[in-house]
C-alpha cells in the first residue's frame, strides 16, 4: 500500500476547544492506509472513493487549541499550529500550475516558491493556507479518448451512454494521476502537511474558460461529463469530500453552488464560487448570489474574500471589445470574459461591489484576496470607512508572463476605473515596487499582529516586499 500522495490537510472547523481537520491521503492499491496518530489516538482512514484501483482516504480528527501540536503518518511527524486566538497568519497561493506540459516540468523548477514558502513556514509557523483558484492545471485530461480528444471542438450531440461512461472513467482517471502529481510536490508536500489547507476552484480545475465557452460547448454530453468528473475531483482532493459531506462543508447544501465560509476569532473566511453556475452571461448564479446575500449579513470585523478572479482590475472591456473585433484574437475572448471587468458582467460586478460598501458599512474591513492572472499586484476601492485592499497573489508555480503583459495592464490601469462613480478603483503597485504589476512568481502572507493586520507578498526574484498595513 505505497502513498502516493498526502497527507493534505484540510481545515474543517474551529471550535472553543480544538481545531478539527481531515488529512487526505492517495494510495495505489485498495489497501487501506496505516492509522493517523494524534497523542494517545490512533485515526482509521475512511474511503472516499476507489478509481482504477488505486484509494481516496480521509482521516478525520482534531488537534487541541493553543500552542504547537501535531500528528504522525508513515513514521514521519507533522507540526500543526493551532493557537488562532491572537496572532494569525494567514498564507494565499493561486495558479498552481500551467496550461500544457505541467506534469513533465523538472521538480525544481516547478515548486521552487512550494519550498521558499515551506522554510519560511518553518521559521514563523502559519495558521492556515487559503487556494485562490487553479490548485491544478486539469486543461489535459481530456486528451487520449476520442470523444474529447479535440476538445473543445467537434463534439458530438448523440453519444451513446456507454461511450460517455468511458469517458467519465477516462477523465476520472486522469484528474486522480494529475492530482496526485501535483501534490506529491516538493515543498507542496511538506507544506500542506502541515498547514490546514481551504480551497475554492476556478477555470483550470475544470478546463480553460468553463463558464465562458458558450452553450454550444457546455451543454454538450461530453462537457457534463467534464464538469461532473472535476466536481467530484474538486470535492475528493481539494475538500477531502463526498457528496454526502456538501450539506456540512458549502453554502448550499444541494451543492449547485460550492462557495464556503469559515469563521475563526475575529474574521470571516469568505469564498463564493465563481464556475459552478457561471455562464457567458453570468458569474454568479441566483443560488449562489442569494446564499452569499444571506451570509454577509453577519460577517466578523474583519472579512477575507476570496475572489477567483480579482474583484479589482483595470478597464479590460475595451481590450475584450478589441480582441472580439481581430479574428485572429477572438480566441483569447473567453480569458477576458471570465473576468468581473467584462462588458457582459458589468451589472453584476456593481453588485459585488456594492456587497463589499455595504459589509463595510456595516462596520468590517473587507479584503479581497485574488489570483488568476499570474501576476502580483494590488488596488483600493475608495469606501467612507477607508480603502478597501484588494490583494493579488498568483502564481505560486505558474511561471509570470512576459513583462510586456505586465506593462500593458499596467497602461490599462492608468484609465481609471469607477464602475460605482462614488466609490473609484485605483491599481496600485506593491510596497516598495516601482510598476502597478509584476511579473515574477510569488505567494502572500496576510497576518495579525498585536491587533493590527498587514500583508506582504514574497517574490521568486526580489524577495519579500515591505509590510502593507490593512
Sequence with gaps: ???????????????????????????????????LETGESRIAPTELAMIDGQG????????????????????????????????????????????????GREDGERNAMWRHMHEAHRREPLHLLLHGGDQVYAD????????????????????????LDDLSAHLRRGFLDRYTRTYA????????????SLMMWDDHDICDGWGSLGPDVEKTPVAKRLFAAAREAFLLYQHAA???????????????????????PGVTLLAPDLRSERTLDRIMGETGWRLFDDTRADVAERVLMISSVPLLGPRLSILEKMMNAIPTMQKYEDDLRDQWQSYAHREEW????????????????????????????????????GPVHQLVASGISHRAPPKAWAWTLGTLARLGEAPLPEHPIRIVPLPGRGTNYTAER?????????????????????????????
Design 1 to 35: 500500500m505505497p502513498v502516493t500522495a498526502g497527507p493534505v490537510l484540510i481545515f474543517r472547523h474551529l471550535t472553543d476547544r480544538a481545531l478539527e481537520l481531515a488529512a487526505l491521503v492517495l494510495t495505489d492499491d485498495a489497501t487501506p492506509p496505516e492509522p
Design 56 to 103: 481516496v482516504w480521509r482521516f478525520d480528527f482534531a488537534l487541541p487549541r493553543g500552542g504547537q501540536h501535531g500528528y504522525s503518518f508513515g513514521g514521519q511527524s507533522y507540526p500543526v499550529a493551532t493557537d488562532f486566538e491572537d496572532d494569525l497568519r494567514i498564507g494565499f497561493v493561486s495558479c498552481n500550475g500551467e496550461e500544457h506540459g505541467d506534469l
Design 140 to 163: 489535459e485530461v481530456t486528451d487520449g479518448h476520442p470523444l474529447s480528444d479535440d476538445w473543445p471542438e467537434d463534439l458530438r450531440s448523440d453519444v451513446p451512454e456507454a461511450e
Design 185 to 196: 510536490g516538493s515543498g507542496f508536500a511538506r507544506m500542506t502537511a502541515e498547514v490546514p
Design 242 to 264: 463526498t457528496e454526502a459531506d456538501v450539506p456540512d462543508l458549502f453554502l448550499d447544501p444541494e451543492g449547485r453552488s460550492l462557495g464556503f465560509r469559515r469563521d475563526l
Design 350 to 385: 456593481r453588485r459585488m461591489l456594492r456587497a463589499v460598501i455595504d459589509m463595510e458599512a456595516a462596520g468590517s474591513d473587507v479584503t479581497a484576496l485574488s489570483g488568476e492572472i499570474h501576476l502580483a499586484t494590488r488596488a483600493t476601492l475608495a469606501s467612507p470607512r
Design 442 to 470: 510569488n505567494y502572500l502572507v496576510v497576518e495579525r499582529r498585536g491587533g493590527e493586520w498587514r500583508a506582504r507578498w514574497a517574490l521568486e526574484d526580489s524577495g519579500l516586499t515591505p509590510e502593507l498595513s490593512l
